[in-house]
Structure formats: C-alpha cells, structure tokens
C-alpha cells in the first residue's frame, strides 16, 4: 500500500463528505477511492470512518488521523514547492492559536490583509484563553501576550511588548478616592484574571527602584480580558491589565490610570512555534506578516504616558 497516496485518499474523502465526491477529486473511481481506504484501516488495525447511506462521520481515530494527514500532506506539498523551485508561493492550511480578548481586539482586522497578499494559504484560527500543547493538537502558530517562558520544545518570536497597567472607571474612584501607593490597594475592591502569573498577588518596582508585593482580595475573578474590562468600566473595582486591553479607555477616558510612579514588569506578545530545523514558509511568512503589523510602538501603548 501507497500510504502517502492513502493518506491523501483518506483526507479528501473527508474534506469532500462521500467517496464519490472524493474519486471526483483526485480523478479515480470510487472503487479505488474504497480500496484504499479499507487497506488503510486494516493498515491501523482500526475503523477511521463510520458509513452510513445518508452520510459520513469520523471515529475517534479517524479524527486523529485527519489532523496528521493534513499536516503531512501540506509538508510534502511545500517540499515539492521548495524542490521546484517555488517555494516563494506559500501554500495549504496553517493553524493559528491566540487568546480571545487579543485575538478579536487586534489580530482579526489583520486576517483579511495576510488572506489577500497570499491567497494559497488557508488559515485556521483558534481564540482559546487556556494555554495549548502546541504539537499535540497540532497547531503550526500560537501568539500569545504573556511573561511564561517558552518550553524547550518551542521558539518564541518577541513581536511587541504590552505594558501593564492600574486603572478604574471615574465613577469608581469618585465613590473611593484615588490609591497614592501600592499598599492602598488593600482597602479598595479590585477584580483579578484568572489566568494572572502572580494570581492576587500584583508586584510593582516603585521609583526608588524596590520591589512591592501586594496581596489584595478580589470578590471578582474572571479568566476573559473583557469580562474584566467591562466590570471596570461599570465602576465595579480596580483593574491590572495589559495596555493591549484598554489603552483606547484610558485615551477616552473611560478609565483613569493609577499608581503612574509605580512599574508592573511588561509583557511580551509571542509567535510561538515547533522548534524543527525547517520553518515551513507559511509559517514563515505569517512571522514576517506579524512582525512588520506590529513594529514599532504597537497601537495599545500609542499616547499612553510612561512611567514617571
């Protein structure tokens, strides 16, 4: 058995819904299309697909299958590319992981512009705040904004930094008045993230350079960067979020920066990917693409004072 030929086979048939539809594409009968299908599973050891008259639905290891041979089947594609000297036109599906608040506030006003100057790139993007295993569930990209390390199974492209911030709404600090250090903290209500790497502990480097640890009490947890934002903006509590979140707030004022003389340690945005010795050109150009969107002051710090 051809097993690439069948890998092939087996994808198209799920990406098209039928074997008719699949001999259809690749130009073969659907006898042939069956033939190496039925060889693959006996191949495995396993059924990859449920038939049934009316339609076609994958197992579970069919499901695992189909991720693997996309994979595989964009690799070969671009090698070929590369070996025929066409490698500059990137081409086949590239899956893209970012977190949510990020991923609709600044990334997706970017996708239609990449789509547009490479057309032959398909792209599959996943908004999921959790942190993923990249390889095994096999995207090619995630971009984070956050101060984890990279594992040692990845490399990570600094694209820009996001700064954090204190903010609250007007009406919030009308009720409570204004914190002037890091300890008043500790009598105002302040609304945590979840997914924060110090959890309700907030650290700061005050002008004199030393380090403040803080530990405050939030009746108010979310792990969604606008779920926070809006509860700030409703005068619900004090806020430490990245610049990324609400820099066009804070330039509008609708909400007001605090503890200005007091820094939060920045935040990077990261391009993270397998560290294989080839960086595949899809992948390679979508570095490129982020890079050159986010250079220089990235659009969140635009106007926003710095540090006293």
């Known amino acids: 058995m051809d097993r690439l030929r069948a890998f092939e086979v087996f994808a198209t ?33 396993t ?24 994979a595989i089947l964009d690799d070969v594609a671009e090698a070929e590319a590369i070996a025929s000297h066409t490698g500059l036109n990137p081409r086949g599906r590239l899956r893209i992981n970012a977190g949510v608040t990020f991923g609709i506030k600044h990334l997706s006003p970017l996708w239609p512009v990449f789509m547009k100057k490479y057309p032959e790139i398909n ?34 492209k600094k694209l820009a930094t996001s700064r954090n911030l204190v903010c609250a709404a007007p009406a919030y600090l009308k009720g409570r008045g204004m914190p002037k250090t890091p300890q008043d903290l500790r009598e105002h209500t302040c609304l945590g993230f979840s997914y924060a790497a110090t959890g309700d502990e907030w650290h700061f480097t005050g002008p004199d350079g030393k380090a403040q640890r803080v530990r405050i009490t939030c009746p108010f947890h979310t792990n969604n960067g606008e779920t926070l934002r809006a509860a700030a903006l409703a005068g619900h509590g004090i806020i430490r979020p990245a610049a990324f979140l609400v820099g066009e707030d ?9 503890l200005p003389d007091y820094q939060i ?5 990261l391009a993270l990917y397998p560290s294989r010795r080839h960086v595949s050109a ?11 969107a986010f250079k220089g002051t990235p659009p969140w710090d635009r106007d926003l004072l710095p540090y006293r």
């Open 13 to 45: 048939v799920v990406a098209k819904g039928s074997f008719i539809k699949a001999a259809d594409a690749l130009d073969t009968s659907p006898a042939n299309v069956t033939r190496y299908v039925n060889e693959l599973e006996g191949h495995l050891a």
């Open 47 to 70: 059924r990859l697909l449920n038939r049934s008259s009316r339609k076609l639905s994958l197992t579970e290891s069919g499901t695992a299958l189909y991720e693997r041979c996309r």
């Open 123 to 156: 792209l599959d993007i996943d908004l999921i705040d959790r942190v993923v295993d990249m390889v095994e569930e096999g995207y090619d990209l995630t971009i984070r904004v956050s101060q984890a390390v990279s594992p040692a199974n990845l490399v990570a």
């Open 250 to 258: 804070i330039r509008a004022g609708r909400l007001v920066r605090l």
């Open 265 to 269: 340690s920045d935040t990077d945005l």
């Open 282 to 292: 899809k992948v390679r150009v979508m570095l490129d693409f982020l890079g050159a």
